[in-house]
């Protein structure tokens, strides 16, 4: 990003930080509200099997990604309300935008809600990824969960349903295709979820169609579940994934099972260790079919220092794959089969 782009990027923040602050003060009379949020998330990491050889950096987002938001609802009476967000990630190494072509690159959507649910629309999390949020070890953390892999994150030009009904949630999702040369390909899918006592399980379904070519679309499709089980001072999650995959003539691209196990023990009411264990096994990937499957053990020890600051460290090890299997930028050396990573950070959120 250049220093113009940067000062406008600027620009537009604390014009946008106005118009929150404005609006918080003009509306709430007529029962609306506006808040701004944020996460600034930052760590030093080491990490060897790279083609350099060991390197140290420092990183943006170890827990989570760092993000600027503005979010609001209106109460329009008769148990309906309007809501909208609008947030944008924050690279906090660098001090800049993490999508300089698409400010409000994490979510954009507008939509309504009631007792019968909420739908909204615009750039938003699937149904599957908000389900599977809290079935993941450490809720899709930067460092070091391979969160590329389990299922579809984010979508342009979507819809997306959520309805809470007694132990039941539904939260469901399809966005719009393009019929432009090149144009994204349409993606639905579906998440459910069901409280049982100091548990619950869920599954998922997600469909994703690529972009247009002259042969046609690819084609992608998962379907998984998962489960969580508190006891005590200790939470147990689990979770198993299905891929089918199929390039745009029809060959198949992908065939794979991933799944994943971990633990948390909360040693005092402020430090809280984890570990988990990720394992992707690959039946096919195009005309190949012997492929060593990938594994992942990760390690967390979090200490809360209050109810918005946390400091953490992070250790992670991976076996024929670089570490998260590659989401985020990892890349594992030819002459390696094997990554390990260490990293130290802090995490506020406002």
């Known amino acids: 990003m250049n220093p113009n782009e940067e000062t406008m990027v600027t620009k537009v923040i604390w014009k946008a930080v106005a118009v929150a602050m404005i609006g918080t003060g003009g509306a709430m009379a007529q029962g609306s509200n506006v808040t701004m949020y944020g996460i600034v998330d930052a760590a030093v990491e080491h990490q060897g099997g790279v083609a350099s050889g060991d390197a140290t950096r420092m990183r943006s987002g170890g827990l989570s990604g760092g993000r600027f938001g503005l979010r609001g609802n209106e109460d329009l009476g008769g148990g309906m309300r309007a809501v909208f967000t609008l947030e944008s990630g924050v690279e906090v190494d660098k001090g800049a935008a993490s999508d300089p072509a698409r400010f409000w690159n994490r979510q954009a959507y507008v939509g309504i809600g009631g007792r019968w649910g909420e739908l909204t629309l615009g750039r938003q999390y699937t149904g599957s990824f908000l389900v599977l949020t809290g079935y993941m070890p450490k809720h899709f953390a930067l460092l070091y969960e ?3 892999t389990v299922t579809t994150s984010r979508v342009n030009s979507s819809f997306v349903y959520d309805g809470k009904f007694d132990a039941f949630r539904v939260r469901a999702h399809a966005s719009m295709k393009s019929s432009l040369p090149g144009g994204a390909g349409a993606t639905h899918g579906v998440g459910v979820s069901y409280a049982l006592g100091n ?8 469909s994703v169609d690529g972009d247009l070519t002259d042969n046609g679309r690819s084609r992608r499709r998962l379907f998984g579940v998962a489960a969580k089980y508190k006891w005590e001072d200790l939470t147990f999650v689990g979770g198993w994934r299905k891929t089918k995959a199929d390039t745009d003539l029809g060959r198949i691209a992908l065939r794979d099972r991933f799944w994943w196990l971990g633990v948390a023990y909360r040693v005092t009411p402020a430090t809280e260790l984890s570990v988990a264990y990720y394992r992707n096994d690959i039946r096919q990937r195009g005309p190949a079919t012997d492929i060593r499957a990938p594994q992942q053990l990760s390690l967390w020890l979090m200490h809360n220092l209050s109810k918005r600051t946390t400091l953490y460290a992070a250790a992670a090890h991976s076996r024929h794959a670089p570490l998260n299997f590659g989401f985020g930028g990892y890349t ?8 390990t990573g260490v990293a130290m950070g802090i995490r506020h959120t406002f």
């Open 332 to 339: 594992l050396a030819d002459s390696k089969r094997s990554q």
């Open 199 to 206: 548990g619950s399980i869920a599954a998922y379904y997600d």
């Open 146 to 148: 391979p969160v590329g």
